[in-house]
């Protein structure tokens, strides 16, 4: 409405663009479009309704002699302002809108570079990985060669040494042959010059000879003569003294008192004094000396002290220890390994009566070791023996396992026997065993029928079903060590790795270094390959990385070593467990082709029929 009042810039419309063609001009008149004449719709969209018009100007001009023109006017400024604020209040907005697209698409920009910086950064970590990787093979090749090289030169060292110790033993023995030859000219020399002397000087030496022995003669007739007349007096004398005594002595009854006493008091102090000295021999050696059978123990005797005071001076030395120490087993069987030592122990500060124990599994799981542990811990003496030695004694077993016994029997602080390889002398008697063996299992019952104060027996066997039942049956509490689990395993092979890798390495006394490696995955690793190895197998394969890094040229274990020794270890196992299985194949195979053979041997029972 502005414009009516010429208030605005804006023009008035031009209605100049609207024409309006003449009638008939749409349908063409006559000349039109087949001289049709146009229709009511076509002139619709030619007309032009000029009363909209004429109202239009009506209106602005009783607006302008109306009393509010000033307030339309007013209101009319007013809108424009308003409008003109909208429109200066978006372009505002429009421009923050672009400052934060443009601030947006730095950040998109920032973010893009940081992520081209980043993948740069890993393609040149990456590049430098490859380029230390190429320098390592590099090296090792080098060193490859260096090794093959060095190889090379120690073939050629050691056949030039070969061919110079070849040649040296050639020249010695040439050297001998030419002594030996010489020698024996110089012998044929000396015997034919000696011969023909003695040729020469034949008749001069026949006739000392005559002469040596006429000479001869004639001493030795004295000789013989002077001894004949010298013997004859000699009895003569011996004779009359005799004879004067002899009459004297039976003349005088006292006299043969005496002696007839004498003889009796003579005798009997020969008896007293041989079974004197047999008891007390044999007191010694029960309380002295150490067993045959004993392998090993820790009780100090007289012997041992004089021949190794320094060995003795440490066992006395040494202190109880705990039970599990150094030993790992699973949980339930550490509760109850310390439960018998703490028993053990409290018997012995009671002075009650010993229980015996059998401790059976797989070879290799720490049953000796717990032996030597309980002694330890319940400050008692232990004696370590073998099944195997008492069988190989033959009719020596049953003396031998008294002399055992009763040397036990003598321990001032108690004594741990334990009998490895238990099943070795005490198999089932009804099985096809020698009598010397039935004899030394009848002994070793004997001796250990009752319970005693003194010593507390220890039986360890692979085997226990072959026990015999009488020996099964003095057994107190059997106790099962089961080959170690995962976790198990791997607190071993942390512990030896600690003792026989870490420990030497950290000390410096020895030639060996540890590589940068992360100790304790592999560590993990190492238990996971080594499933159903015993706690022996792990400590020999620590012994093994430790061997095999002392051969080495630079000293240096790495986890390569420790893995490639571990392989081996488990295919080493695997051989074992092979052969096992083919020797109990073969045994089962004999078994039953001997059962067949003692049935077709046997004869028919009587009511079946002969084949013809």
């Known amino acids: 409405m502005s414009w009516l009042f010429g208030l605005n810039k804006q023009q008035p419309p031009d209605f100049s663009q ?8 749409a349908g063409g008149g006559e000349g039109g479009d087949g001289g049709k004449p146009p229709t009511n719709k076509e002139m619709e969209a030619y007309r ?55 601030a947006e698409g730095k950040r998109v920009e920032a973010e893009e570079r940081r992520k081209n910086l980043q993948e740069q950064a890993k393609l040149d970590q990456q590049k430098a990985q490859y380029q230390d990787q190429l320098a390592r093979e590099r090296y090792a090749d080098q060193l490859s060669q260096q090794q093959r090289m060095n190889d090379e030169n120690l073939k050629r060292q050691e056949d ?51 002469v040596r022995a006429a000479e001869d003669r004639e001493t030795t007739l004295k000789s013989i003569v002077e001894q004949r007349e010298t013997i004859l007096s000699s009895i003569k004398t011996a004779g009359s003294a005799i004879g004067t005594g002899l009459e004297a002595f039976l003349s005088d009854p006292a006299k043969i008192q005496a002696a007839v006493g004498g003889l009796i008091a003579l005798t009997a102090g020969y008896y007293a004094v041989k079974g004197s000295l047999g008891l007390t021999f044999r007191f010694m050696e029960a309380r002295l000396a150490k067993p045959s059978l004993v392998r090993d123990t820790s009780r100090v005797n007289v012997f041992d002290s004089v021949r190794h005071p320094v060995q003795t001076f440490k066992k006395l030395q ?15 069987l550490e509760e109850r390994v310390r439960d018998i030592a703490i028993a053990t122990k409290n018997t012995k500060f009671n002075k009650g009566m010993y229980r015996n124990i059998l401790l059976h599994g797989p070879p290799g799981t720490g049953k000796t070791l717990f032996a030597k542990k309980l002694a330890m811990h319940s400050g008692m003496d232990y004696a370590i023996m073998t099944g195997g030695d008492i069988a190989l004694l033959g009719k020596d077993s049953v003396g031998a396992i008294h ?31 020698s009598e010397e063996l039935r004899m030394s299992i009848s002994a070793f019952l004997y001796r250990t ?14 085997t226990p079903e072959v026990l015999d039942f009488a020996v099964v049956d003095r057994v107190h509490e059997p106790v099962e060590f089961p080959l170690p689990s995962q976790e198990e395993r791997e607190r071993l092979v942390r512990l030896y790795f600690d003792k026989y890798i870490l420990q030497p390495a950290i000390e410096g006394k020895r030639r060996l270094k540890v590589a940068d490696f992360d100790y304790s995955e592999a560590c993990s690793k190492v238990a996971t390959l080594t499933e159903g190895m015993s706690g022996r197998e792990i400590t020999n394969l620590a012994l093994d990385w430790q061997m095999t890094t002392y051969a080495s040229r630079d000293g240096i274990f790495t986890d390569a070593i420790m893995l490639k020794r571990t392989e081996a270890a488990v295919q080493h196992k695997k051989h074992k467990v092979s052969w096992r299985s083919a020797h109990e194949i073969k045994k089962s195979v004999f078994s039953a082709s001997v059962i067949a053979a003692v049935e077709q041997a046997a004869p028919p029972p009587p009511d079946t029929p002969q084949p013809a």
């Not at 002594?179 to 003695?198: F, P, Q, S, T």
Request: charged share 35%.
């Open 18 to 25: 609207f024409t309006f063609p003449p009638p008939g001009a």
């Open 48 to 102: 032009f309704d000029s009363a909209a018009l004429e109202r239009a100007a009506k209106a602005a001009k009783d607006l302008e002699t109306s009393p509010f023109a000033k307030e339309a006017l007013s209101l009319s400024m007013a809108q424009e302002e308003t409008k003109q604020k909208e429109i200066l209040s978006k372009a505002k907005e429009l421009e923050v809108q672009i400052e934060a697209a443009k």
């Open 160 to 210: 030039s040494v070969a061919k110079q110790e070849a040649m040296r033993k050639a020249t010695i023995e040439h050297e001998l042959e030419q002594r030996h030859k010489y020698d024996m000219k110089r012998l044929e020399a000396e015997m034919a010059a000696k011969g023909k002397v003695d040729r020469e000087n034949q008749d001069l030496t026949l006739e000392q000879i005559r």
């Open 318 to 332: 040494k202190k109880p220890e705990d039970v599990l120490e150094g030993v790992v087993l699973n949980p339930a």
């Open 403 to 433: 002399k055992v016994f009763d040397w036990a029997s003598t321990s001032r602080k108690g004594l741990v026997l334990f009998i490895d390889e238990a099943e070795g002398f005490l198999r089932k008697r009804h099985e096809d065993i």
């Open 449 to 462: 029928g009752t319970q005693t104060d003194k010593f507390m027996m220890v039986l360890a066997s692979n």
